[in-house]
């Protein structure tokens, strides 16, 4: 059988010893080398090195269709479109990892946009509303493929989390809700470049998954973000992630950008 699983630079899969190896970062990985044999990474919204790399020892790509822990860096459009023609050619699958995504940038999944469908589909954080769950949807022809009882753990389907899920699942498939963060995140981003601040260099991100990147470090700037009653965190060195809940009303992510806007003018 095939072995070969291509992931991306900056990727993020999770610190679970086989998602571990799809990571890109050796600051997780080195720590529990070696990794899975037979995962290459290549750039990120590129298919020409997607191309090069592409062959029939190849099993799985595996994406995230906008890089959360990577800087939140959203795709050129047709990006995922091309990789799901590219895997359809050489039946490969593709993964689409929204475990970050999910939920949360104007439509229930990201790959959306590009009118694609993955294979498999990880989906986890805001799906049980902050209960611990992980999902994992496949295609009938995949889970056929994987032996009943062989995928599983003491908590898998736990029914206390699961009733979370099932009903948080329903509150998120009202799609108000999911044109209501689209907007959002449009009126954060006029809001943020509004500002003016020149400590920041880009705005960018869709719904409510949004990222200021700074021209510089952020950690003083979170810090007193945090210190203030704002909870964001980074996205690497130089850019902090907004990813409220999908609930959140316009004034309350006004209060997040005022304390942005409070906290790059006392970083100066
Ligand atoms: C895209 C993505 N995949 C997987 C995970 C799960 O990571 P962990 O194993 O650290 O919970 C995360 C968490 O941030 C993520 O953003």
């Known amino acids: 059988g095939r072995i070969g699983i291509i992931a991306t630079h900056r990727a993020y899969h999770g610190r679970t010893f086989g998602a571990l190896s799809a990571t890109a970062d050796a600051k997780y990985r080195d720590p529990f080398a070696p990794m899975l044999e037979g995962v290459r990474h290549v750039p990120f919204d590129d298919l020409d090195a997607l191309d090069k790399v592409l062959d029939d020892s190849v099993a799985a790509v595996i994406v995230e269709p906008i890089q959360g822990e990577g800087g939140v860096r959203v795709?050129?459009?047709g990006y995922l479109r091309g990789i799901r023609e590219r895997c359809d050619v050489r039946g490969i699958?593709?993964?689409?990892?929204?475990?970050?995504?999910?939920?949360?940038?104007?439509?229930?999944?990201?790959?959306?946009?590009?009118?694609?469908?993955?294979?498999?589909?990880?989906?986890?954080?805001?799906?049980?509303?902050?209960?611990?769950?992980?999902v994992t949807i496949t295609?009938?022809?995949?889970s056929e493929r994987?032996?009943?009882g062989s995928h599983g753990s003491t908590f898998a389907g736990n029914p206390l989390v699961c009733v979370a899920g099932a009903v948080t699942l329903r509150v998120l498939a009202d799609e108000t809700l999911h044109a209501r963060a689209a907007r959002a995140g449009?009126?954060?981003?006029?809001?943020?470049?509004?500002?003016?601040?020149?400590?920041?260099?880009?705005v960018r991100g869709r719904g409510l998954m949004q990222a200021v990147e700074l021209k510089k470090p952020v950690t003083p700037v979170i810090k007193t973000m945090q210190e203030n009653g704002v909870l964001v965190l980074p996205a690497g060195g130089t850019v902090i992630r907004f990813l409220p809940s999908i609930l959140i009303q316009d004034d309350q992510l006004d209060v997040g950008i005022d304390a942005l806007a409070q906290a790059l003018r006392r970083a100066g």
Not at 139 to 142: C, D, F, G, L, N
């Open 139 to 142: 295609t009938e022809a995949v």
């Open 93 to 134: 699958l593709l993964i689409c990892d929204e475990i970050q995504t999910g939920f949360r940038t104007g439509s229930p999944f990201a790959f959306t946009r590009d009118d694609i469908v993955p294979d498999i589909l990880c989906l986890s954080k805001s799906i049980a509303n902050g209960l611990p769950i992980g």
């Open 186 to 202: 449009e009126r954060f981003q006029e809001r943020v470049r509004g500002l003016g601040l020149p400590q920041i260099r880009e």
């Open 75 to 77: 795709p050129a459009d």
């Open 146 to 148: 994987v032996p009943k």
